[in-house]
Every structure is written in C-alpha cells, then in structure tokens.
C-alpha cells in the first residue's frame, strides 16, 4: 500500500488558509499594524544603505504566525526601518507572551521607536556572524531577510533546535530567499523541516490584500497534526 503524499503545492494554501483565518475578526489589528507600519517609512531617512522593506500583506503573515504558533523568542537577520520587527512584537503583545526579539542590520543602526512590552535587542551595524556569535539560548522563531553565510550556520546550529520555525523573504527566482534555502537544507536540524510557499496572491487578494507577500516558511514536520474535526 502507498502512503498518502501531501506536496508543498498542495500544503501551502491549507497551511495559510488555517494561519490567516482570522483575519477578518482581528481587522482593528490590521489596521493599527499598517497604520504603524506606515510611519515607519520616515525611518528611511536616517538610513545608510535605504532598500526594500516588507510589505503589509508580509508583514501580516509574519504576525498571523507569530500569533498562531506562540512565538516567544525570535530572531531576524535584515532590520532595516523594522517593520518585520514590529509585526513580530506586535503579535507577540497581542498573544501576552513574555516576548524577546534580537535583530540585526549589518549596514544600518536606526534606532526603532518601539516602546512595547516585547523586548527587542537591536544589533546595530553588526553582521549576522557577529550577532549570532553573541547569542545565547533556544529561539523558537527565526526569520531571514538578509544574506547568511556558511559561518552562520555553524553558529545558527547552537541557537536553534528541531521545533524551531523559520521563515525566508525574498523567496521567489534566484532572490536571497532560495538562496538561504539552499544553505539552510544543509543542517541536520532542519532535515525534518516542511516547506510553506509564501501566500498567493489570490488567497490574500480575498482577505482584501492589495499586495503581495514573498515571505516562506520551514515548518517542522512534528508541528503538523492531523485534526478528525
Ligand atoms: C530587505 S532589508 C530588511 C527589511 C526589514 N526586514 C523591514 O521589514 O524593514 C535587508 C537588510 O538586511 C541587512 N542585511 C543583509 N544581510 C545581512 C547580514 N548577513 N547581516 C546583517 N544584516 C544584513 C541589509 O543591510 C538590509 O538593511
């Protein structure tokens, strides 16, 4: 007999058809996402090196899943003007969790004007090889929007375990994304992982999403359970 064989294609609508689900019963949430989310473009002035931020419906499905799965220690290499960031902690003081957030930009040191009761510790103008080498402890929620190298790895491996969820922007052609899929598919840890495309175009049009989100995931396959309701 043959074994029932869900693919990534297959898996990915169902999977952000259950995590955004609650969309339209947390709309006052959006909306003070993205109009929070909007003020952080002024930040772009004191930017060294001024590049591409997330967009609302990204920024969305990094929040949904901070919320669904309970995230309480993240971190995130690309901070940027922060609005990865924002969505993070935003969702983690939604969900009440004693939250913690490291973050790193190699190229710039704004200074995010967040006042929440997530703490976030921002490594400014420093790599993710130094931020990672400084790190201690389990994260259980790790989110990629810069460049990691093979020194990374090594260093990645001592802050991360088997449950650990991960997700890549920029994924989509030869972008950073699938890059950093490509390093990471080299860990033993991640051997287990499960890969979530980022959500379509068509599923967050219907919530209402004008934009688009390039945001994957790595979901660990012992996260997935089958529910007889
Ligand atoms: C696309 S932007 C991040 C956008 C940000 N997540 C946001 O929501 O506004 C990528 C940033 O990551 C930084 N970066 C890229 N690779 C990095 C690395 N290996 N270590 C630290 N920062 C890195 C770049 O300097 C850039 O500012």
């Known amino acids: 007999m043959r074994p029932f064989n869900l693919s990534v294609k297959n898996f990915s609508p169902v999977f952000w058809h259950t995590v955004l689900t609650s969309t339209d019963e947390r709309r006052n949430e959006l909306e003070q996402l993205s109009a929070e989310l909007a003020q952080l473009e002024s930040l772009r ?32 290499v690309g901070t940027f003007i922060g609005k990865s960031t924002w969505s993070m902690a935003r969702a983690m003081d939604r969900e009440g969790a004693n939250g913690e957030i490291a973050t790193c930009d190699a190229s710039n040191d704004i200074q995010l004007p967040w006042n929440g009761r997530t703490r976030l510790t921002q490594y400014k103008r420093k790599t993710s090889t130094q931020m990672l080498a400084s790190l201690n402890g389990l994260f259980d929620f790790c989110f990629l929007d810069g460049r990691v190298t093979d020194e990374d790895l090594l260093l990645l491996d001592k802050v991360i375990d088997q449950n ?37 175009v068509e599923q967050l049009g219907k919530l209402g999403f004008s934009s688009d989100s390039t945001v994957a995931f790595l979901l660990p396959a012992n996260r997935i359970a089958l529910s007889n309701q």
Do not use: C
């Open 45 to 76: 002035a004191g930017a060294d090196y001024n590049t591409g931020s997330i967009t609302l419906a990204a920024a969305w499905t990094l929040y949904a899943t901070t919320r669904y799965f309970g995230f309480q220690r993240a971190l995130e």
């Open 164 to 200: 650990t969820v991960i997700a890549l922007d920029d994924f989509e052609g030869m972008e950073k994304g699938v890059a950093n899929l490509f390093k990471l598919r080299t860990m033993p840890k991640l051997g287990n992982h499960f890969l979530i495309y980022p959500a379509s």
